[in-house]
C-alpha cells in the first residue's frame, strides 16, 4: 500500500495558475504509474492526467490537454500537476492516485479501477 498526500490547493483568478504536488510514501514509487482525477460539486469524480512509472508516456483529458502537465519526480516521490491558464469550470478537489500493478506495460490508464491507493484531495477553486 502506498499513502499520497496532496498539497498545492488553493483559489485562484480564471487565466491563474497553480501547481498540485503528490508526495508518495510506503512503497517503491518509481515502478508504479500515477495520475490525477477531480472531483466537482454534485459530478462524478474524473480522470484528468495519467503519467506512466517511466514518465515516458502521459494522458490527458481532453479538457486539460495542452493547459495542464504531469510530471513525477522519483528522487523526491512526487507527482506534480502543473495547472495553466485555469478556468472556472475547473474547480474541484483533486486527488492523486498510484497504480495497482508495479511496472505497467503501454499507456497510463484512465479507469479508477486501475488505481489502488488515493490521496484525500486537496480543493481548487476557480473565480471568473
Known amino acids: 500500500q502506498v499513502q499520497l498526500v496532496e498539497s498545492g490547493g488553493g483559489s485562484v483568478q480564471a487565466g491563474g495558475s497553480l501547481r498540485l504536488s503528490c508526495a508518495a510514501s510506503g512503497r517503491t514509487f518509481s515502478r508504479y504509474g500515477m495520475g490525477w482525477f477531480r472531483q466537482a460539486p454534485g459530478k462524478e469524480r474524473e480522470f484528468v492526467a495519467a503519467?506512466?512509472?517511466?514518465?515516458?508516456?502521459?494522458d490527458y483529458a481532453d479538457s486539460v490537454k495542452g493547459r495542464f502537465t504531469i510530471s513525477r519526480d522519483n528522487a523526491k516521490n512526487t507527482v506534480y500537476l502543473q495547472m495553466n491558464t485555469l478556468k472556472s469550470e475547473d474547480t474541484a478537489v483533486y486527488y492523486c492516485?498510484?497504480?495497482?500493478?508495479?511496472?505497467?506495460?503501454?499507456?497510463?490508464?484512465?479507469?479508477?479501477?486501475?488505481?489502488?491507493?488515493w490521496g484525500q484531495g486537496t480543493q481548487v477553486t476557480v473565480s471568473s
Open positions: 503519467i506512466s512509472w517511466s514518465a515516458t508516456m502521459t
Open positions: 492516485a498510484a497504480d495497482i500493478w508495479p511496472l505497467r506495460v503501454g499507456v497510463p490508464r484512465r479507469a479508477e479501477a486501475a488505481f489502488g491507493s
